[in-house]
């Protein structure tokens, strides 16, 4: 019989996408368990609509929803929903997709990216390309079209989205001779939810990760790189349509860039980093409502950093641009507490420098789902299975993303020629030797980790039955 399973949260919303989660949901359900999703955006509709003016497909950051299952759900599904901009997944994060049973619907929706990423100086002289194997693509997709098609497979088998349903806290009960053990959240609106286990994928200001590890002071960390996604649409024709689907543009003297892909349909999601102050307030990715005046003056900043001016022009035509605070969390060495983990940024957020965010989330979905699917009546055992698989990779990836981002800050010249040469050696290397950068099969780690199980004895899972 399959597990009552309480997933907060799913839904992609203005703060960043909920994609762990709604793929968590999907997968679980497919492997016989009963997964439902809790939201903390409040979604108020009428007669299928958002209370709130539709932008369309390149528009603000509201969202019309649709019904996904009016018998299973208390709330609504995006339907076309306009969060702001584009997200690039690898082959790791693919593979999940694949096996879900929605990569068709992705790549036909999306940009699939199996040629070359150009990483350039932000002037357009050439660094270095790496030449993606064929095996080894990439997909570029709005986050909306993603969701819309992986809420709508989720929808499908039953699946249950509960909005406006914030974490507050939660309580476990220990087994007993006559109890299972179980979860029971607590939402703000004062309602509960009782479950065999709770997954977190409350994204990088994750709540549960406060509860579960209190005074691990642990914050999200503020990187110093303020940004703008933004969204253009080019018209047939536009040689940039065809030109390569990821490309990179940055002065690593004073830590600028910008960033440009194809996510399909002659949309190009871009996104501008500039080095700033922290912001006083938490953004929420909600696009500019002065426009075209923001279009106008980011174009300019990128004219005096010198940016090629087809780059200047497609960020002055743009149809939307929201501001973007890049943060890191610390890697730690624990995710879970009992029947309670975390999943996703909630886990393991990291700053974007190698685009890694998501398919990390897509790996931690496929190991767990792999796992409670294979040992439905084991979730304790498939927790610290999923743990042990997780963490050192998620951690070495964090690692490289940091490394990464320290590159693309040089104090002198001799510092960036240096770098520029590492990176061109870089790009000869994976060309040459025909290198899969993102090869990893979730399938295979679990079962490199049964071997190891099967070899040592089991360590006991944490466990902490106080009120948290
Ligand atoms: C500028 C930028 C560009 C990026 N580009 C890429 C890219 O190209 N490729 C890539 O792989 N990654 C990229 N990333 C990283 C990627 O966006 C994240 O890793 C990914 O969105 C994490 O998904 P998530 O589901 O874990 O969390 P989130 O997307 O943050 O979702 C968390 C969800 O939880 C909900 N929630 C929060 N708190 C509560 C609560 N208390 N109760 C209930 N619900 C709650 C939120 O409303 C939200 O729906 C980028 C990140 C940034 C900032």
């Known amino acids: 019989m399959g597990l009552d399973i309480i997933i907060a949260a799913p839904r992609n919303t203005c703060t960043g996408g909920g994609i762990a989660g709604s793929t968590l949901a999907l997968g679980l359900a497919q492997a016989g368990h009963t997964p439902t999703i809790y939201e903390r955006e409040e979604v108020r509709i009428s007669e299928g609509l958002l209370a709130m003016p539709d932008f369309g497909a390149v528009g603000g950051g509201a969202i019309l929803f649709r019904p996904i299952s009016r018998q299973n759900s208390s709330c609504y599904s995006p339907g076309t929903l306009a969060p702001p901009t584009g997200v690039m997944i690898t082959a790791n994060g693919l593979q999940v997709f694949k096996n879900f049973g929605v990569w068709d619907a992705i790549q036909r929706e999306g940009q699939r990216a199996n040629r ?27 986050r909306s079209t993603l969701h819309k098609i992986i809420n709508a497979a989720a929808g499908e088998l039953g699946v249950r989205f509960v909005c406006g349903k914030r974490l507050q806290s939660f309580t476990q009960t220990a087994r007993s001779e006559t109890e299972k ?11 509960s939810a009782t479950g065999d286990l709770l997954i977190a994928a409350d994204g990088i200001r994750s709540k549960t990760r406060e509860l579960l590890f209190p005074g691990a002071n642990d914050k999200p960390i503020y990187t110093g790189t303020r940004g703008f996604l933004g969204l253009t649409r080019l018209e047939d024709g536009d040689p940039w349509l065809t030109k390569s689907a990821i490309s990179f543009y940055m002065n690593t003297s004073n830590r600028t860039s910008v960033n440009m892909m194809s996510v399909g349909n002659n949309l190009i999601s871009w996104n501008v980093a500039d080095h700033q102050e922290e912001p006083a307030e938490v953004d929420s990715w909600v696009p500019y409502a002065d426009f075209p005046r923001e279009a106008e003056r980011l ?23 929201s501001p973007v605070t890049i943060y890191d969390r610390k890697s730690i060495e624990s995710w879970t507490v009992g029947r309670v983990t975390l999943i996703g940024d909630a886990a393991h957020g990291m700053p974007p420098h190698l685009g890694q965010g998501t398919s990390m989330a897509l790996e931690d979905v496929g190991v767990l789902v792999e796992l409670l699917r294979r040992f439905p009546a084991e979730p304790d055992r498939c927790l610290r299975m999923y743990e042990a698989i997780r963490i050192p990779r998620t951690t070495k990836i964090a690692e490289q993303t940091r490394q990464m981002g320290a590159s693309q800050y040089t104090k002198s010249n001799m510092q960036r020629f240096v770098g520029e040469l590492g990176l061109k050696f870089l790009g000869w290397v994976v060309n040459t030797f025909d290198v899969r950068v993102y090869e990893y099969d979730y399938i295979l ?3 490199k980790q049964l071997k190891i199980e099967s070899n040592t004895a089991a360590s006991p899972t944490k466990w902490n039955k106080d009120e948290i």
């Not at 053990?181 to 309602?191: E, I, L, N, P, Y």
């Not at 990128?302 to 940016?307: G, R």
């Open 299 to 321: 174009a300019a900043l990128l004219e005096s950093w010198n940016a090629p001016k087809d780059i200047s022009k497609i960020i002055g035509n743009a149809h939307r641009i």
């Open 445 to 447: 780690e679990v079962e």
């Open 181 to 191: 053990a179980s979860v029971k959240v607590q939402f703000a609106d004062g309602t």
């Open 116 to 142: 070359n990423v150009y990483m350039n100086r932000i002037d357009g002289t050439p660094i270095t390309s790496f030449k993606v194997a064929d095996d080894d693509e990439h997909v570029c997709i709005m």
